[in-house]
């Protein structure tokens, strides 16, 4: 039956599904210097739509979240002698706890890490609608720090909807899937095509900003997908691969007539041919596997090297993880071999009983491996182009890098205390430089630099506070893995934050970090 609560549910998993993709109504256009400036526009995406339908549905018990946490605030001397804590908003009972059975009437202290994310969170939220007064281009200060309001509801929403972990993995997959072969037809045909509905504009190998690897005398066009830059989709496509892994991992083949004995062969297959259902399965896994590689495929031809860099650092953790501390959420966990498994695993090719070992992470690891060193074979010039950085446009890259970071340091000698707002980097820079092409206004290429630029050294220390009580607040998950990769790409550059898409993407990651969320 079609409830209330999976109707939000259902909606939450398109709502994720449509964050990469870029269909918006552009509300505010500005031109700067004879041509667009695309960091000061103002757009309402399709995902917006989705998402403010969403806390129409669910405002009544949002409400109730936001006046239990100010209660909760008010009465934080007393909340250790009380017996009945009102649990924070912003974060769960440790999921120990909950599985222990521990006893409501034991003390707890509301400065767990969970709930010092959740007012960390109020703070940032709270000085960015403050340096309104300071800005420059109120209404772009404005617009961003409703984004950011967006990210504090999204945190909501997460713990009051409670997804499935599969659904909202299943959605990342299929539309990073989906950019990824958008992404290699692209590099194949090195041509883009402009649709007002996808929000995507054409991009030619003559036309000036293009995205091109210059090798042997030739322009190649690097895959853009349905972003607006080809480091934006090798970001997306680090998420979803990761995603993917997990799926691949994690996969559950769901039989109608499930007994409660899980150690039943029969219960794990109910009525149905036992080769047909290992048959399903191993197809399905393998389906999974199959999106895992086209989406690889995308990343490589993004040609992104931070985020190439970001997945090696991903898989890197999660195999030593893996490895030290079998068992702690990461979807990898050493099984009890019995007969029963070993037959299964003769007939499936996986673990159909138990959760999959680190062996199936090296399978992983071996098909990106084969995956990248493949095309990289293919298209070494490129590859050796972009990694050692010897072409002319490598090195224009660097330099305007290296520009930016000083840009933004003498915008930091003027308002390092307080920053110049939420949004508004490029509308400083264009009062440092009045005469650039509009194309030449981007923000620093690090995510943390153009924090600190934007709200302060106070607005940067509670950015870091908040990284690090959500990294705590849990033991280590995939979410994990997810946050290290985003946060290892926000280091070379700024999609994270200045990319609506991605932001929103950004405090999504967060979010599930900090909440417990369970298959």
Not at 5 to 24: A, D, G, M, N
Not at 480 to 503: Q, V
């Amino acid at each position: 039956m079609l409830t209330w609560s999976k109707i939000r549910v259902w909606l939450f998993y398109l709502f994720v599904f449509l964050l990469p993709w870029q269909t918006r109504w552009i509300i505010r256009d500005p031109i700067v210097n004879g041509g667009i400036w695309e960091y000061g526009r103002i757009s309402l995406y399709s995902w917006d739509i989705i998402f403010l339908l969403l806390i129409i549905m669910s405002w009544p018990t949002i409400w109730r979240e936001i006046l239990n946490f100010k209660f909760q605030i008010s009465n934080f001397k007393s909340s250790n002698n009380k017996k009945n804590v009102i649990p924070a908003p912003f974060g769960l009972e440790l999921m120990a706890e909950r599985k222990a059975g521990i006893q409501i009437g034991k003390k707890k202290t509301f400065l767990d890490s969970g709930s010092w994310a959740g007012m960390t969170l109020v703070f940032i939220l709270f000085l960015s609608f403050l340096l309104i007064l300071w800005s420059d281009d109120k209404v772009l200060a404005t617009t961003w720090s409703l984004r950011l309001l967006e990210g504090g509801l999204l945190w909501l929403l997460i713990k009051i909807i409670k997804p499935k972990l599969s659904g909202i993995f299943w959605s990342l997959a299929l539309a990073g899937t989906l950019q990824a072969l958008w992404g290699i037809v692209q590099f194949f045909t090195q041509s883009t095509f402009a649709n007002k509905w996808l929000g995507v504009a054409a991009h030619s190998l003559t036309q000036a900003g293009t995205s091109v690897i210059l090798s042997g005398g030739e322009n190649w066009l690097r895959a853009y997908g349905g972003q607006v830059h080809p480091n934006v989709l090798g970001g997306l496509l680090v998420i979803t691969c990761l995603a993917t892994i997990w799926l691949y991992f994690n996969f559950k083949f769901q039989i109608s007539n499930f007994k409660s004995n899980p150690n039943d062969l029969e219960s794990r297959i109910g009525k149905l041919n036992i080769l047909n259902s290992l048959f399903l399965i191993r197809n399905s896994q393998t389906l999974i596997l199959l999106l895992y590689i086209i989406q690889l495929a995308g990343l490589f031809f993004t040609f992104s090297r931070g985020a190439w860099l970001s997945l090696g650092v991903s898989l890197g953790i999660w195999w030593w993880q893996s490895r030290c501390h079998p068992g702690q959420g990461s979807g990898i966990q050493k099984q009890t071999e019995t007969p029963c498994n070993y037959f299964v695993t003769f007939l499936s090719g996986f673990r159909l009983l138990g959760r999959n070992d680190i062996r199936g992470l090296r399978v992983v690891i071996l098909f990106t491996i084969l995956t990248f060193v493949t095309l990289s074979s293919i298209y070494y010039p490129l590859v050796q182009t972009r990694i050692f950085g010897g072409g002319r446009l490598e090195q224009q890259s660097v330099e305007e890098r290296v520009g930016s970071i000083k840009d933004s340091q003498s915008i930091l000698a003027r308002v390092w205390w307080h920053g110049v707002g939420m949004g508004n980097y490029t509308v400083e820079l264009q009062k440092i430089q009045p005469n650039l092409s509009p194309r030449f206004y981007q923000p620093v290429h690090n995510v943390f630099l153009l924090i600190f630029t934007e709200l302060g050294i106070v607005g940067l220390i509670l950015f870091l506070c908040l990284i690090l009580f959500v990294l705590k607040n849990r033991s280590f998950a995939i979410s994990h893995l997810l946050l290290a990769a985003a946060l290892a790409s926000a280091a070379f550059d700024h999609y994270w934050w200045t990319i609506p898409s991605m932001f929103m993407l950004f405090w999504f990651i967060i979010s599930i970090t900090n909440e417990n969320i369970y298959d």
